[in-house]
């Protein structure tokens, strides 16, 4: 079947979470994606624990199925002179190295696109190639912190924690890929490419303002973190059942009066538990205190039962197992075997793409170092065999 | 400035989060956006707590900058024939209503793609089209609990928490603009429209699958809470100074080495604590009491000072006060005050998306309810303004 981008050739000087994600997403929809790695050690998360029996991270496997990898070694002049052949064919490069490394290897924006106008460039840093924090290194968790998530994540009373996945470089992957994608629409409108600087902290900051910010630019007041429940769902929260958790979240105002109704309190429709959202949100913690009375003395399954049937919002919080055999995501093709060549068949998460004409495709194995080498060299750039090996003696790939 | 996806005409029927996150991100990118509300109440997010002066949601003003505003009666004949006439003008439909409520309604892709084949058409739902829990209603925690999130945050003894923010909402959002970007490249490659099947649970279920399926699919364990630490950094936390938090990670080794010097342990450089990264992370909790001996007799502005200076990714944990003043966000213009009509000016979140020819552009007011009835029905449908003022007084608009 069709991907959605073929044709579109993407250069990847990408490695770990952030970069990767990127160009896996613009994989899964179909560009081709060649990745450019150090010779010797490669990519940083290759080695990264758990291993297959083949010796390969799980991790990178997931991030990098389907790319080609070449090794270059750019602080050499063969090894740029080779690079900057395959700048000239691609549409696309994604680097995210800190602020200022690309422009000492020769490979910035500013001299790429003085021979190759119509290339998009994407850098993906900490926080962006501006402003006073530009030099400063970071990871995924800084940037949760910088960005607000992490002051918001947690109990009240808790210290404050990162949601447990690396949100900042996921979401800042995502984020970078829909800003490649849109200039490859304005490229194919006008010819124009475009340089496109992300920031991890300002990726995180969106997502964390959406909710939050109004309270502080509005009243002045910062929300205490929120544990479970919602800044605008009351009921809404993680409630204790006989034997565990249960999440249950009302929306709008008819969930709330039928939610009352499935378990038996009719009588709260006629009270300020009932009363619009802000009204009400002022009662949550004895809104809270009537569910928990309620959900304490049932269990989970007869909780979800009696709720699914009143159409409300609801489900178990089920353990990372669980979710990793779970009816629905398997039905969904989101887990799928993929056969990786050294390693065997493995269990991969499938494409979110779930698109009717052009679905997100991900059966392809991740590249082992320097796997398209000779494919690369000698089918896009013309090189012989010879050529090649001579490059690898001198250690230039 | 141009917009990279200026000329694209996206017809909106979303509402709360998910949804109108994506067409933020098509609007913030150039999109034009109309979005269809219901009569006399619209996005239920609109009333959503805190409000300005003027009586608007500040969270609905984020999420729907730049959108116009029309409300049609899609339940009247009248309504439903205005409602196909704007899709014969659009590029784009997306929508969140639980799986079958378009067709209801008589808005199906299938209905839709008959007399517009070149209709891209996305569909946002809690666990996608398809499936055994295709029919059960689901918010954004329920989301961040199936597709992982849920079970990965928080400490090991600690109950399981949610990411502060709707990440799962917010996710979707953004990877569903991707999608809907990229089937707009292959339709001007193409000429073919295609619909598009979102799941709240797929795109969460990718985000926590990366870091943390490989140690179930290739080990069959299932990894703890892992807290403020992350699956391969050691060191790597959130640890106590003499003043507060501060968060320390290292992800390559070369890193770990200049930290140990950093910190005044060089002789840990020749130890277990410094060998590759599956063996040294064995030794955590001695790691990580290592350092937090270090930062508990220094203040987080010294630790800083120290660790900037040897090039080590660190940083605060700013309180949310202090994320909504930050200076490097101020000065990437991702704090911005907007013009809002009867609100007045409104501090809101600037764009991510800094492109150098198409740069994200956000200074537009959100709608008020139905404020572009007449702009829209007379300038695109060519009605006049005696059949506007008939509709609404038989309440279809």
Redesign the interface.
């Known amino acids: 079947m ?1 991907g ?5 050739m993407v250069l990847d000087f990408t490695r ?2 952030s970069g990767p ?1 990127c160009t896996l ?1 613009l994989k899964d ?2 560009a081709r994606v060649i990745k450019v790695e150090l010779p010797g050690s490669g990519d ?2 290759r ?6 029996a083949g010796g390969e ?3 990178f ?3 990098n199925r389907g790319k080609k990898s070449i090794t270059l070694n750019l602080k050499s002049e063969k090894g740029l002179a080779i690079c900057k052949k395959l700048v000239a064919k691609a549409d696309v490069v994604v680097e995210n190295y800190s602020p200022g490394t690309m422009e000492k290897l020769g490979l910035g924006h500013e001299e790429l696109s003085r021979f190759h106008p119509g290339l998009i460039y994407a850098s993906i840093s ?3 190639h ?4 530009r030099d ?7 940037a949760q ?11 009240p009373d ?10 900042a470089d ?2 800042t992957g ?2 970078t ?3 490649i ?6 490229r ?3 010819g ?1 490419g ?6 991890l ?3 995180v ?15 002045g007041k ?2 205490p ?4 429940s ?1 800044p ?2 009351a009921p ?1 929260n ?1 409630y204790m059942a006989k034997d565990g ?1 249960v ?1 249950i ?1 009302t ?2 105002h008819s969930q709330v009066l039928r939610f009352y109704q499935a378990i038996g309190r009719e009588d709260l429709c006629r009270t300020p538990f009932a009363s ?3 009204e009400r ?1 002022k009662y949550k913690p004895q809104i809270d205190a009537v569910v928990n009375e309620w959900t304490g003395s049932r269990t989970v399954a007869e909780i979800i039962k009696i709720l ?1 049937e009143a ?11 669980q ?2 055999t ?4 398997i ?2 093709d ?1 887990i799928v075997e993929v056969e990786q060549g050294v390693s065997g068949p ?13 679905p997100g495709n991900i059966k392809f194995p991740a590249p082992i170092l320097g796997g398209s080498n000779s494919e690369i060299l000698t089918g896009m750039l013309g090189l012989t065999e010879e050529e090649v090996e001579q490059l690898s003696g001198e250690g230039i790939i």
Not at 326 to 329: H, I, K, M, T
């Open positions: 069709a959605a981008l073929d044709g579109i770990a979470y994600f997403m929809l179909g940083t998360v080695k990264d624990y758990p291993l297959t991270g799980g991790t496997i997931i991030l900490g926080y962006g501006s402003g006073p924090y400063y290194v970071s990871y995924d968790p800084m912190a910088m960005g607000g998530i992490t002051s918001l994540t947690g109990f808790s210290p404050p924690i990162k949601c447990g996945v690396s949100i996921f979401s995502i984020y890929a829909l800003a994608t849109a200039a490859l629409h304005h194919q409108n006008t124009e475009q340089w496109i600087d992300m920031s902290q300002d990726c900051w969106l997502l964390s303002s959406i909710e939050f910010s109004p309270s502080y630019f509005l009243t910062i929300l973190r929120l544990g479970n919602h605008s769902m809404g993680l958790p999440l979240s929306g709008v619009d959202q802000s949100y699914r159409d409300i919002p609801c489900a178990p919080v089920p353990s990372f197992d979710i990793c779970d009816p629905q995501l039905s969904r989101m493995v269990k991969v998460p499938g494409s979110p793409f779930k698109m009717s004409r052009t």
